[in-house]
C-alpha cells in the first residue's frame, strides 16, 4: 500500500520520512543537525533566537565538563534528535500527551541505537535529564530572569548563550557528532 503524504515528513534530505512508523535506516544525521539548528528553543518565546541544536551542542560540553564518557557526550548531543522528526511539544502540555510520548520515546530509542548501538540505561538517561534540565535552568535564567527550579542548578560549562547563525551551528553539530562517533567506536 502506498503510503499517503499525510503520513510523512519529506526531510532534508528529501527522505519521506514517517515518524509514526520510522525505519531506521531512514534517520539521518544530516537531517538531525539541520532541523534542530532550525528549532527554536522556549516555543519561540526566548527574546533572541537560540536554536535547539545550540541546546544539544550545549549539554554535550556540559557532559563532558562533568566528566561524562564519550557514550554520555554524544547522548546529549543527540536528546533531542526526535525533535527534528515530531517537532517539539513544551513540557507542560506533552506530559498530557501520552500518545505523542510514546512516539518520542520510541523514536528516540531508535536514533539511540542507529548512532550509539544501545538505549542508554536508566542511570545514563538520569545523567543526561539532569544535563538538559540544567540548561534548561540556565537558558531561561539568561533568557528571561526566571528560576525554573527552587535549588539553582550548577553548571560546570561554559555555556554561550548568543544567537548564532543556522548553518553555523548545523556545521558545528555535524562535526561534533562525527568526532564523538569516531572517539566511541575507536
Known amino acids: 500500500m502506498d503510503t499517503i503524504m499525510a503520513d510523512y515528513i519529506t526531510t532534508y534530505t528529501k527522505v519521506h520520512f514517517t515518524p509514526l512508523n520510522p525505519k531506521k535506516e531512514e534517520i539521518r544525521m544530516e537531517d538531525i543537525a539541520h532541523a534542530l539548528s532550525?528549532?527554536?528553543?522556549?516555543n519561540g518565546h526566548f527574546p533572541e533566537f537560540y536554536s535547539v541544536g545550540q541546546h544539544c551542542l550545549a549539554c554535550a560540553d556540559?557532559?563532558?565538563?562533568?566528566?561524562?564518557?564519550?557514550?554520555?557526550?554524544?547522548?546529549?548531543?543527540?536528546h533531542d534528535a526526535a525533535e527534528s522528526y515530531l517537532a517539539d511539544v513544551t513540557r507542560p502540555v506533552k506530559q498530557h500527551m501520552?500518545?505523542?510520548?510514546?512516539?518520542?520515546?520510541?523514536?528516540?530509542n531508535m536514533i539511540y541505537e542507529r548512532f550509539l548501538g544501545r538505549i542508554p540505561t536508566g542511570e545514563e538517561q538520569a545523567f543526561i535529564k539532569q544535563v538538559d534540565d540544567t540548561l534548561l535552568y540556565h537558558e531561561f535564567y539568561h533568557y528571561m530572569g526566571e528560576k525554573l527550579f527552587e535549588e539553582p542548578?550548577?553548571?560546570i560549562s561554559a555555556p554561550c548563550f548568543v544567537t548564532r547563525n543556522f548553518s553555523e551551528i548545523e556545521q558545528q553539530y555535524k562535526e561534533r557528532f562525527k568526532a564523538l562517533t569516531a572517539r566511541l567506536y575507536s
Do not use: N, W
Not at 556540559?62 to 543527540?78: D, K, M, P, Q
Open 38 to 42: 532550525m528549532m527554536t528553543r522556549a
Open 62 to 78: 556540559e557532559a563532558h565538563a562533568r566528566g561524562g564518557s564519550v557514550f554520555l557526550e554524544l547522548a546529549c548531543l543527540l
Open 98 to 108: 501520552e500518545f505523542f510520548e510514546k512516539a518520542e520515546s520510541r523514536l528516540l
Open 153 to 155: 542548578m550548577q553548571i
